[in-house]
């Protein structure tokens, strides 16, 4: 079974490389498959830090420090928020939520590629803190992050630096709240060096492998299964309220 959980794992980190998007928003709710609900936002939090630690020291010169205070600070704030409400809300009902998460993200960006809004101060802030809102509570909120920071025509390398030094800060804002809460109990701990392992080597192959797929397509085979994954969430969900 671990082993399953982390090739899962690194199939995610190669398909997030190659397919531009958040390795946990594909990571997520493959998790969910092995472990319970806040494991996972656990476990995802702790794999996604590692990842962002590469991209940021391979592109430390690129931050936008403007953005890193107008989105990132909402960010931060609004984390905090949506880890607190994680213990008060039933398990099925976040992964029901995690499921019209992905169904909205993978529809609109199957239908609508490059979807973004009017760059602005307040969309800056709205967007820095709904992110990490959906980041706290769920675990994923890279994708309304990347669809939102796009707006402001940031440069590749800026992009990509100051995108991956927001989700750091989320990250290592939440995952003392979990931990806090008691969501990640000891027999997990030994997976968080190896998720550092995967993560490094899965970033390394989606690497060497993003040249010779055609990212277009794949993508949107990736963004295809998160849908069918999400599906799935809010059918359990709607059978639970069935039984109940």
């Known amino acids: 079974m671990e082993f399953i959980f982390f090739f899962a794992a690194f199939l995610s980190e190669i398909a997030g490389t190659i397919a531009g998007f958040g390795s946990s928003t594909i990571f997520l709710p ?4 092995f472990v319970d609900f806040k494991t996972a936002l656990t476990l995802v939090a702790a794999f996604h830090v590692f990842g962002n630690l590469g991209r940021i020291g391979f592109f430390k010169h690129g931050l936008d420090k403007h953005m890193l205070i107008t989105f990132g600070i909402p960010s931060v704030a609004f984390t905090i928020l949506g880890a607190l409400l994680v213990s008060y809300i039933p398990q099925e009902l976040l992964k029901g939520m995690l499921g ?3 169904v909205v993200y993978a529809a609109l ?7 973004q809004v009017k760059p602005s101060l307040p969309s800056a802030m709205f967007g820095g803190g709904a992110s990490g809102f959906l980041a706290g509570l769920i675990g994923t909120g890279g994708a309304l992050r990347g669809a939102l920071l796009t707006a ?3 440069p ?3 992009y990509i630096a100051t995108s991956a030094a927001i989700a750091l800060a989320v990250d290592i ?7 806090s809460q008691g969501f990640l109990k000891e027999a997990y701990y030994w997976y968080i060096p190896v998720l550092l392992l995967v993560a490094l080597l899965g970033s390394f192959t989606g690497k060497q492998t993003v040249n010779k797929i055609p990212q277009k397509q794949f993508r949107k ?3 295809g299964a998160i849908f069918v994954i999400g599906l799935k969430f809010i059918f359990d969900l709607t059978r639970l309220f069935q039984l109940t």
């Open 100 to 102: 019209i998460f992905l």
């Open 109 to 115: 960006s199957l239908w609508k590629e490059g979807l």
């Open 156 to 158: 590749k390398e800026k």
């Open 30 to 33: 493959l998790a969910v498959l």
């Open 173 to 179: 804002t939440r995952i003392p709240v979990y931990i």
């Open 221 to 223: 085979v990736v963004l």
């Open 152 to 154: 402001f025509g940031l």
